[in-house]
């Protein structure tokens, strides 16, 4: 044995000089592998393609059945007066019913554009004859009914009409009528304007709390299920040996967040890159650009707190059976938002408990970029909860390092929650 | 000088005392078997010997020093559960793990593919892991091991569920390693390849190490025994002190010598020579056509070491019982 001595420590010397490896090294090289291994299979790559084909199909079916705020083609015939259809286009706009105009060049023509459905209403002139005196100057076409929003245009203008009529008949001026009654109006103070909700802010307020949750519990189950691969394939004892528990716990969390945003970006831009070019969201108040922003940065945290939550939970199981009934509790703590959401929020955008919650960092990254949508957030109230949520991540990051060391070399049964706090 | 110092670890799992003050040297170069029934305490020894679990007392020093998390990277680790990522491809699982261990990329693909040829793994390189057979696994998990180059090897049951052919490769890479200054220890259930492997061999019961030395240590004996196919009868014996017999069938005499003096018999010279005293007394006597001494296997010397317990608890639990 003595003799071996020096030839072992000749090479000892001799061999491969190994830099210090900084816990940053092994960290990066445990995420990699997780980008390069997910990416890389084909499960992932099919629904990366399925959610993008989703999201686009969906914005294109919101423009071709007529865009998210609906915009109404109306025909009128040329032998309809000039005056008509100003008239007609006055009204609309006044009740905030949009409208294009356009002239077929019959009535046949105005008829066939109706029934392909690229007109929702064709104006001709009044039948003559037996029209009652006071009777609007035009009637309209549809295919099967008019929009209630139309006829309440064509009603308002035919009733000024009469009214026209009857106060000539009167001998009085409809113009003076007119003009008195246009300033006869009551004057409202809102102590609290309600801002105006459009039906996209409600649709892009559904689709954000959707895709949120879809990111944040794909991501997070994600790295539940690679945590007990690593323990339930006992390939965590040879990794345990090289790095600390908590770099590869570290490494795991980044490595699929990665994934999960990549799958994510590409989702929701080709959604906005869809809803830009169809021009389905140019009328909506939603601030589209500092929303998307601010939707990152909250899939970031909301990543970071459910992912480190979901690490710990599984990291005290032995089987992929057993991940969905340890995590449970976590996944009720997105499900509470994301109800929340659905049955009130988006009804009631300024509720005060929506407001609270969104302070909340479970909650927050679900609550906010919905309320951000309805624009009913102050400009401070989103980084005050970002720097809430982030002020928090610390806590829970030594946390559920401390659970995850404790838990993830014990393989067998269920380890209890206080088990693993202790032993680590 | 010492490369691994392993003093009084004790490790108990609540009331179960896993480990109780088991210390072990190994040598630079040395290839030590670390024998014992299930549940005695081995992988618990090695584990707390990785890091991944950590004693209750007791120190591990490398090269005089305590071992540290640096230290540790330079152990090559086979763990009894065997593990590697089974959707993983054998070369890029192989790589992954040299790049951990701190070699770079370059050197990673090398040491991999080096390996995975020495082990007849390097058919399989692009294959994932869940496609080879248990023993190809078991090939690509030692390799995982030695992929970094280590400066020690820690095996827990590197042979079990090896083919006779995997077993010679594994037996000739270990000795191979050893030869260039690797210290190997190494736990099996297959006592016959430890003693024809290990320079020493340590064995271990309930937690306690309750031998260990080079086998000719462990086979030493204040009583040694010789089997002599020759001369009938015993009156031959007559005219040697301290010699008796044990057992007589046909030609065929097994005798034993203890030390009556007190001073000699016990050094192997001392032994050669009351051996070669039995043969003359004997050659005397009559013709003899074999004579031997006869040394327990590493088999018996480990039934011996490990029923002397396992009888007295038998007996205590009968007298409980009674």
Redesign the interface.
């Known amino acids: 044995?003595s003799l071996?001595?020096p030839?072992?420590?000749a090479?000892?010397a001799a061999?491969?000089a190994?830099?210090?490896?900084s816990a940053w090294s092994?960290i990066g090289?445990?995420a990699r592998?997780e980008i390069s291994?997910r990416t890389r299979a084909k499960s992932w790559r099919v629904t990366t393609l399925i959610m993008v084909a989703v999201v686009v199909a969906g914005v294109l079916i919101a423009h071709f059945a007529g865009g998210l705020t609906q915009s109404f083609a109306v025909g009128f015939t040329p032998d309809v007066p000039a005056a008509t259809v100003n008239a007609i286009e006055a009204t609309a706009k006044a009740a905030s019913v949009s409208m294009t105009a356009s002239t077929p060049a019959s009535q046949d023509a105005g008829q066939a554009l109706l029934t392909s459905g690229d007109l929702d209403a064709l104006v001709i002139p009044q039948t003559a004859g037996d029209a009652p005196s006071g009777a609007p100057s035009f009637e309209v076409v549809v295919k099967q009914t008019l929009d209630p929003s139309l006829q309440a245009t064509f009603t308002a203008l035919a009733q000024q009409d009469a009214l026209d009529a009857q106060v000539t008949g009167l001998g009085g001026d409809p113009g003076t009528v007119a003009a008195a009654i246009h300033e006869a109006n009551v004057q409202v103070t809102a102590l609290e304007p309600e801002p105006t909700i459009d039906t996209s802010q409600i649709v892009v307020g559904l689709a954000t709390v959707i895709v949120m949750y879809i990111a944040l519990m794909m991501g997070s189950q994600f790295v539940a299920q690679g945590v007990v691969?690593?323990k339930s394939?006992?390939?965590?004892?040879?990794?345990?040996?090289?790095?600390?528990p908590t770099y590869l716990m570290a490494g795991k969390v980044l490595g699929i967040g990665v994934v999960v945003l990549i799958q994510m970006v590409a989702t929701v831009g080709a959604a906005a890159l869809a809803a830009h070019c169809t021009g389905v969201l140019d009328a909506s108040a939603i601030h589209l650009g500092s929303m998307l922003v601010w939707s990152v940065a909250w899939f970031l945290v909301g990543f970071t707190i459910f992912a480190l939550m979901l690490a710990a939970l599984a990291s005290l199981v032995s089987r992929q059976e057993e991940v969905g009934s340890v995590t449970m509790p976590a996944l009720m703590l997105a499900m509470l938002p994301y109800m929340y959401t659905v049955t009130v929020l988006l009804h009631e955008p300024q509720a005060q408990l929506g407001k609270v919650m969104s302070f909340v960092p479970f909650f927050a990254p679900f609550l906010m970029p919905v309320r951000a949508a309805f624009n009913v957030v102050a400009p401070w109230e989103q980084p005050v909860a970002l720097v809430i949520a982030v002020a928090f991540l610390p806590v829970l990051a030594w946390l559920a390092g401390r659970i995850y060391a404790g838990a993830v070399?014990r393989?067998g049964a269920r380890i209890r929650l206080k088990d693993a706090l202790r032993s680590a | 000088m010492a490369v691994l110092d392993v003093a009084g670890l004790t490790k108990a799992y609540g009331d179960l005392r896993a480990l109780d003050g088991v210390s072990f040297r190994l040598e630079a170069g040395e290839l030590f078997g670390f024998v014992g029934s299930n549940g005695a305490g081995k992988t618990t020894t090695m584990r707390i010997i990785l890091g991944v679990l950590t004693a209750d007392a007791g120190t591990v020093t490398w090269d005089g020093a305590p071992i540290d998390f640096a230290g540790r990277r330079r152990i090559g680790y086979m763990p009894e559960e065997r593990g590697l990522y089974p959707k993983m491809r054998v070369g890029e699982q192989l790589e992954y793990l040299a790049r951990l261990h701190g070699l770079d990329a370059s050197a990673a693909v090398t040491a991999s593919k080096r390996w995975a040829e020495t082990l007849g793994i390097d058919a399989r390189y692009a294959d994932e892991v869940q496609q080879l057979s248990l023993g190809n696994q078991q090939r690509v998990q030692l390799a995982a091991a030695l992929v970094h180059s280590p400066d020690l090897l820690v095996l827990d049951e590197p042979f079990s569920g090896l083919d006779p052919v995997a077993v010679d490769v594994m037996s000739g890479v270990l000795q191979e390693r050893a030869a260039a200054g690797v210290p190997v220890i190494f736990s099996s259930h297959q006592l016959d390849l430890v003693e024809r492997l290990c320079d020493r061999v340590g064995i271990i019961r309930d937690g306690k190490m309750v031998a260990q030395g080079t086998i000719a240590d462990l086979r030493h004996t204040d009583t040694p025994q010789w089997m002599i196919d020759g001369p009938t009868g015993d009156g031959w014996l007559s005219s040697l002190p301290g010699v008796r017999l044990i057992s007589q069938q046909g030609a065929r005499t097994v005798v034993e010598y203890s030390n009556t003096d007190g001073n000699s018999g016990s050094s192997t010279s001392g032994e050669a020579a009351i051996g070669q005293t039995i043969l003359r007394a004997a050659l005397a006597a009559g013709p003899v056509t074999e004579f031997a001494p006869l040394r327990p296997s590493l088999t018996e010397i480990y039934r011996h070491e490990v029923s002397t317990t396992e009888e007295s608890a038998a007996h205590q639990g009968n007298g409980d019982a009674r």
Not at chain 1, 18 to 21: E, G, V
Request: charged share 15%; hydrophobic share 45%; glycine share 2%.
């Open positions: 044995m071996t001595t030839t072992v420590q090479a000892a061999g491969p190994l830099p210090a490896q092994s090289l445990i592998r291994t691969e690593e394939s006992r390939v965590v004892e040879i990794l345990l040996a090289t790095v600390r070399l393989t």
